[in-house]
């Protein structure tokens, strides 16, 4: 089974800086790994994912994620935020065919004037 | 928009009362996802329907139950409601290309359980 692991609960951030948010897993098989964004009061929307090939993965709104299978990682990168990326965070882990879904507990970004 | 309609977006109710929430997945999707998101339990995955019939299970308690129609619309039912099921309950619809699978996911009902 898999198990995915957000460090951060909330991290907060000013405005042009950049952010990392950092997701660990926890897998025996190969596995897809994927981001989600849900902005206040919203649904969930797929920011990126990676199924194979390149371990670096960009995704929309100038974000981008980097698989490391030795550190089991896939931490998600911006180098600028803007005051509308502020919202919860999530990153999931499914296996190779894209069942077992599991998310993480979310990590909150807060973009600070 | 992810093409993934749910209905209704809010719903109020009393402890011990039965809902059901709707979902039609986008043109084409054969698969169905329920999923619950609640302050205590975080997001988790309820149950998934393929083109008719039951695929995989998650933490979906014996009070739930959900089916996936014909033409595809899927409905979860809650019944004997308790304050605790108060949460976001999301489903998606997948596509499958190439032996890969992408969800996408609607707008979610939000249920109060008063």
């Known amino acids: 089974a898999q198990s995915v692991t957000q460090l951060d609960s909330q991290v907060p951030v000013f405005e042009e800086a950049p952010v990392e948010l950092r997701c660990n897993y926890s897998s025996s098989v190969s596995v897809y790994l994927f981001w989600y964004v849900q902005y206040p009061n919203q649904g969930l929307q797929l920011l990126l994912k990676y199924l194979s090939g390149s371990t670096l993965v960009k995704g929309i709104n100038g974000f981008e994620a980097e698989f490391n299978k030795s550190q089991t990682s896939f931490h998600l990168r911006k180098p600028s935020v803007h005051i509308s990326d502020t919202a919860e965070y999530f990153c999931a882990v499914s296996d190779a065919y894209g069942q077992n879904f599991v998310f993480g507990p979310g990590t909150r970004l807060s973009v600070l004037p | 928009d992810s093409g993934v309609t749910q209905t209704p977006k809010h719903l109020i109710t009393a402890t011990g009362q039965r809902v059901t929430l709707r979902c039609s997945p986008r043109?084409?999707?054969?698969?169905v996802y329920w999923y619950q998101q609640s302050l205590d339990q975080g997001l988790q995955f309820l149950i998934q329907y393929y083109n008719g019939e039951e695929r995989a299970k998650g933490n979906i308690l014996e009070r739930f139950s959900a089916q996936q129609f014909p033409d595809l619309h899927s409905e979860l039912n809650l019944s004997s409601l308790e304050l605790g099921d108060s949460a976001l309950y999301f489903c998606?619809?997948?596509?499958?290309?190439?032996?890969?699978?992408?969800?996408?996911f609607g707008p979610g009902t939000r249920l109060l359980v008063l």
């Open positions: 998606a619809s997948s596509v499958v290309l190439g032996g890969q699978e992408t969800q996408y």
């Open positions: 043109s084409g999707d054969l698969s």
